[in-house]
């Protein structure tokens, strides 16, 4: 269940808020700047490649260095394959967790370390194995870690994560947004200075103050009903989110969304772009989640029975309503089942800029759902 009336209680969600997952998400602008600051320390902004390179390897723990890839992978298209190393092993812990190249890395490749920790032994071996095979290695970590030390002792780049001080006190969750944005700000410059993506430093200012501007929307002080992120979460309170995505660079942020609330607040959520997902979860619209499956249920018991799990279509769009699309029959299809629709579009910006609004959008509300869910 969800204690709407917490969500208009910025005391009560501080207090409930152990793992400072507000505070990443209302700090995400300021980590742009800091992990773009490194990453000029560091020496982004001095490379001179010599070409692009043939694929783009990513190796990293959790769900942070599986979104960075999805979004590299979306922004870079048809430049280059980027290809997430999954790792293996028989538990999730850093000491567990094994990752390989695949058996045609060389020296046409690079390979991208994305981790919050440092300490996993397997990257250090992985970024051994790299420097042997002679691939390029950049990383982004903790400083002070053993991976860092790794590589530089394999002459590769090694990036800073954006920090802040209550990082410490609470483990990290893999989808927290500042761990994501901290990992994921360094590589955007590093790909852009390669040619394989557009992020340059003017666009990732950009996505910093669009990501300030969603905070100061969507912050724990706004009002429910001028919040997009707390609407949301109140809209998705004993509800099965079917999250549609429509344009490019929506994908990814649907999947971080899906992500985010089975890791952050339990939820299970199915996610799929349109219009493929017209056809994918037609049946499910239709079946015993759609709103109109049990007449009945209004008449129920709601203070001795737990409400009917229903499906609510959440609409992410990076592109505003022209041209080619299937928002329309996508209204029609989830109306026609008595299914309720949220849509989430942002306002209008290079791609960078829109992207970071709908993940930013979507980040406060698995914070807020969490935050706000009982059990």
């Known amino acids: ?49 010599d070409g692009r390179p043939r694929a783009v390897l990513i190796a990293g723990p959790g769900a942070a260095a599986t979104h960075t890839a999805d979004l590299l992978g979306t922004l870079a298209g048809a430049g280059s394959p980027v290809v997430r190393l999954a790792p293996s092993g028989v538990a999730p812990a850093a000491g567990a967790l094994r990752w390989e190249l695949p058996g045609w890395a060389g020296s046409v490749d690079l390979l991208l370390i994305a981790t919050p920790d440092g300490t996993e032994p397997s990257l250090t071996l992985l970024t051994e194995q790299a420097y042997r095979r002679g691939c390029s290695v950049v990383a982004v970590a903790p400083a002070g870690t053993p991976l860092a030390e790794a590589v530089a002792g394999a002459h590769g780049m090694f990036v800073p994560m954006a920090t802040a001080p209550y990082d410490q006190e609470e483990p990290l969750a893999a989808s927290s947004p500042g761990v994501f944005w901290a ?11 390669i ?46 989110p079917v999250v549609w995505t429509e344009g490019t660079s929506a994908g990814p942020a649907g999947r971080r969304f899906a992500a985010a609330l089975a890791e952050l607040s339990g939820r299970p959520a199915l996610v799929a772009e349109l219009p493929e997902a017209l056809s994918a979860h037609s049946a499910l619209l239709a079946g015993p989640l759609a709103a109109s499956a049990d007449p009945d249920d209004f008449f129920r018991d709601r203070v001795e029975e737990p409400p009917a799990l229903h499906a609510r279509v959440v609409l992410l769009r990076d592109r505003p309503i022209s041209g080619l699309t299937a928002a329309p ?30 993940i930013a959008v979507t980040d406060f509300a698995a914070v807020y759902l969490a935050l706000a869910s009982r059990a």
């Not at 005391?11 to 980590?31: F, H």
């Not at 990992?183 to 200075?193: C, E, G």
């Open 329 to 358: 029959a996508a209204r029609d299809l989830a109306l026609s089942h008595d299914t309720p629709i949220s849509e989430l579009e942002p306002e209008e910006g290079g791609e960078l800029e829109t992207l970071a609004e709908l």
């Open 1 to 49: 269940m969800l204690d709407e009336s917490l969500l208009d209680t910025p005391e009560g969600l501080a207090e409930a808020d152990r793992r400072g997952l507000l505070r990443g998400a209302a700090e995400a602008g300021a980590r742009v700047r800091t992990a773009v600051r490194h990453a000029a320390e560091a020496g982004v902004g001095d490379l001179k490649p």
């Open 183 to 193: 990992l994921l700000t360094p590589l955007l410059a590093l790909l852009d200075r």
């Open 195 to 240: 040619g394989l993506i557009s992020a340059p430093p003017d666009a990732l200012q950009k996505v910093a103050d669009r990501l300030d501007h969603v905070a100061e929307r969507c912050g724990p002080a706004i009002a429910t009903y001028s919040n997009p992120a707390k609407t949301l979460a109140a809209e998705l309170a004993d509800a099965l």
